[in-house]
């Protein structure tokens, strides 16, 4: 169970070109970016993103090339080198933005 609860529980698939509404925020909140371009340029199109209820979401950085789980209002909270299939999320290995692996998620596929 990761330490932030919010984290925590089940994801679904979302259509790669569909937005996460936090990253909408979380573009309002570092200074106006328009939403579309940073969206299709740090992701591929091809690969979904993953879309908790309460608005959490996972989604593969092409940039970085590792996959981050954020908050519902789009604040980071962990990342993760790809494991396989750049497809899904990794089951290990998600670290916090500081590098501690202290209350780190798990995640499981249904």
Known sequence: MASDRSINGIYTAQDPKSIPSGFIKSCSKAGGFAPRPLWDEITNGITPWFLHDNG???????QDGRWWMDRWDGNP??????????????????????????????????
Do not use: H, K, Q
């Open 56 to 62: 959490c979401f996972i989604y593969l950085n092409c």
């Open 77 to 110: 909270l962990f990342l993760a080198d790809p494991e396989g299939s750049l497809l899904l999320p990794p089951m290990e290995g998600w670290v916090g933005l500081t590098g501690g692996r202290s209350g780190v998620p798990r995640v499981g596929y249904l």
